[in-house]
């Protein structure tokens, strides 16, 4: 049996999201986090020893890397639901977005937050440079969605699943402004209003309403 | 026509060695480091907003970010070459370290350099934790070859397209020990004897012995 191992307020959204957009049966269990560190509890860690959120198990498998663990889900149980095949002409921009979310726009997101705890807070170089990939980032973001409607085209697919946690609750760790990003906030709307979002979010966070503006 | 855009000393030696594997026809286009900034040159950043390589073109496409073009290139061109199918038992550990590559074990190993080069050089729990991070992806790369003599199961994939440089190149920017990775070595005694591997870094670095031990 699939199941989905959800450490509170952490990418393993994702992967509660996938299940419920596919519509496939999975077990879940919830982890809240150390209410003093916010680091994952033990049992967390012991399900890998990078100790990171999404987890899932499938038998005797233990996958973590929310990459690895969409594109599992998808072709073991997806039935051709949220793929892009490579005919479709957005396969290329489907297979970008869905590596960029986290091999490069999370690490630009995060960055300051880990050059800043280190106890540097002054302006230097190495900061600003951080702050311009972050802008970087979101520029990318927003110029794609004027031209499609989601990460891999006209349809949401997996890209979207990696792209979407990148654009919300990450914003809760290190805030991003998006008044200047009308496509990525009507992007936001779209996925807001979908029944298998507004699941997920409800079962993963009910305390926490989604961060789509 | 495919063309590979390499930057000298950086991920895109990846891409080189993925169409040497592959055996298909593709151009080669090198840009060489400012040779003060060691930053990619105006030409390279012209290719793609982010500035950072890999970079392919194919046509009109232009596509950045390694696993995004490993899938790609070996869906498009691979005649079924370097894949791991969905019911091969290493299906899973395949896109583990496919995503794993560029989304945990770059930003684990390179974070501590980017923390230190914003000034502080103190010890602090964050630069530990950061450490921590890096000798965790080491050592969970150690045990996966301890069972399995490649990244994606008993044969090379674009898995290990991804893995390698994190393994070798990345290590001439923030150095790591190996001799306590005994596995980790004999994988790349193993990888430096491909000739297709061998073409690939005399071509990509002609002057750069490969850091293979």
Redesign the interface.
Known sequence: MLTVHHLGISQSERIVWLCEELGIPYEYKRYDRDSVTRLAPAAYKALH??G?APVITDGN?V??????II??II??YGNGKLTVG?DNPA??DH??W???A???F??NHM?GM??L????K?D?P??AM?DQ?KA??Y??AE?YLGRAPFFGGKDVSGADINMVFVLTTMRMFVPHDLSNSPNIRAYLQRIGARPAYQRAMAKAEPGMPPLLT
């Open positions: 020893p990078d990171t498998l996958l973590p890397e929310s990459g690895a594109e599992y072709a073991k490579k396969f290329a297979l970008f869905l590596h960029y986290n091999a490069s999370m690490p960055g880990f050059a705890m280190t106890g540097d002054s230097n190495m900061l951080i990939r970087n980032s520029a990318l110029k």
